[in-house]
């Protein structure tokens, strides 16, 4: 394949992806606004029409400017690719250290920076703007600022000893490379999972133990009935950020905790948490974690041995911008240094989003799928009729839409349309 016949795949894929997620954006908002004058029949004793009007807004404000930052990122993309973005920062940065390892992480740390410094704006519109026009936004401008500190700390503190793994695995094992880092980058994953609620998620919020003993000593009766073994019952003050509500399961094996909102449980009855919390047992019983942990994994397998047989191939390197005594250096780079390295990992990371957008459609579909199942499991260990009501309180409490375009909500969604989910459940309470 020539450089630019590459250039070519690639400004198409990119025009097609960027104009057919800005169609469904539009389509959505188009939907959204036409339906925001009459709440659906089957919602209408249950949510009165300004809530259903407060919903409307709130995601036609999201997705304005989600719009915007679709815009944004594509610009970004050109620039930092066939805009020779990428190829001047690594020169910028290639000369700062004697060492190819601290050169490559300069590199990527500047990449992080100078993205996460142009996409600041949107962040805090969406946090300061948007969220807080509709009465979510909760985070102070000082908590915002040690979050944003916090969360770089971390990321160096985690991300530079795998980096370097990383490099020196791409430039001394061979073309075998990307086994090892699979194997390493999966280990990785799971011991993440496993210490982030212990060591990392306190750093941001508090957990108390669940101290209401009624609803405790039904969720412990929810657990043995399910054969679900917990370290614990959290609450998380999930209203130091936003007023939306939720609840989780986080670790794995024996150090999985069940967290609670402490949003969530203001809004919810006893009977409606515990269906709620069935929900997310489903989700184990019927072993979706497992399963799009697998998935992940396959999935970073794929793509790191494509990266494997791209890495020493010009085209790919000169057909994203990069100037040819940089291609050579890179794609010779397994035997004569690191930094370049740093810039191939880069480089096809940067890029790989465009190609792989076209999955979107089939990852939503399985997680509609998984939300389906969890539903049927929570109905067969509570009543529906609880789950339903509380999603009803959680659709208006979170100003989700309850309208949502039909293409944009298959292509996108995780969870199925408000609408579809409800009258499943219904025909569950039906046939029990």
Request: with cysteine; charged share 15%; hydrophobic share 50%.
């Amino acid at each position: 394949m020539t450089s630019s016949a590459f250039t070519a795949i690639f400004l198409g894929f990119t025009a097609l992806s960027f104009a057919f997620s800005l169609w469904l954006s539009v389509r959505h908002m188009r939907h959204v606004n036409v339906n925001r004058t009459a709440v659906p029949v089957e919602f209408a004793d249950v949510i009165p029409l300004d809530a259903h009007q407060r919903a409307a807004a709130y995601t036609l404000d999201k997705q304005g400017l989600g719009l915007a930052e679709e815009v944004f990122n594509t610009g970004l993309l050109l620039w930092l690719t066939i805009g020779g973005g990428l190829a001047w920062l690594f020169a910028e940065t290639n000369l700062l250290f004697a060492s190819d390892y601290a050169n490559g992480l300069a590199f990527v740390a500047a990449l992080a920076v100078v993205s996460g410094a142009l996409g600041l704006p949107f962040d805090l519109y969406r946090t300061f703007g948007v969220e807080a026009r509709h009465g979510f936004n909760k985070t102070t401008v000082r908590t915002y600022i040690t979050d944003a500190l916090k969360g770089w700390a971390i990321m160096a503190a985690i991300g530079t000893p795998l980096l370097l793994a990383t490099f020196w695995l791409m430039a001394k094992m061979g073309t075998l490379w990307w086994l090892y880092v699979w194997l390493v980058w999966t280990g990785f994953s799971l011991l993440m999972i496993t210490v982030y609620p212990t060591f990392i998620a306190p750093l941001f919020n508090q957990f108390k133990p669940l101290d209401d003993d009624n609803l405790r000593a039904r969720i412990e009766a929810l657990l043995n009935k399910c054969g679900f073994h917990a370290k614990g019952l959290f609450v998380m003050d999930g209203s130091k950020r936003s007023s939306h509500g939720n609840a989780y399961f986080t670790g794995l094996g024996r150090s999985k905790k069940i967290v609670f909102f402490d949003t969530l449980m203001a809004r919810l009855s006893v009977e409606e948490i515990e269906a709620v919390l069935a929900h997310e047992l489903g989700h184990f019983k019927r072993r979706h974690i497992v399963k799009r942990l697998a998935a992940m994994f396959a999935s970073s397998f794929v793509m790191l041995a494509l990266m494997g047989w791209v890495i020493d191939k010009p085209w790919f390197y000169e057909g994203l911008g990069m100037p040819m005594a940089m291609t050579t250096a890179m794609t010779t780079a397994m035997a004569s240094g690191v930094a370049p390295v740093a810039v191939s990992l880069v480089l096809f990371f940067t890029v790989l989003p465009v190609f792989t957008f076209w999955m979107t459609p089939l990852s939503s579909l399985v997680s509609r799928k998984h939300e389906f199942e969890a539903d049927a499991y929570a109905a067969e260990q509570t009543d529906s009729r609880d789950l339903i009501s509380a999603l009803v309180k959680l659709y208006r409490d979170n100003a989700s839409t309850l309208t949502p375009d039909p293409l944009h909500s298959a292509v996108y969604d995780s969870h199925p349309p408000a609408s579809i989910r409800i009258a499943h459940l219904k025909s569950l309470a039906t046939s029990s």
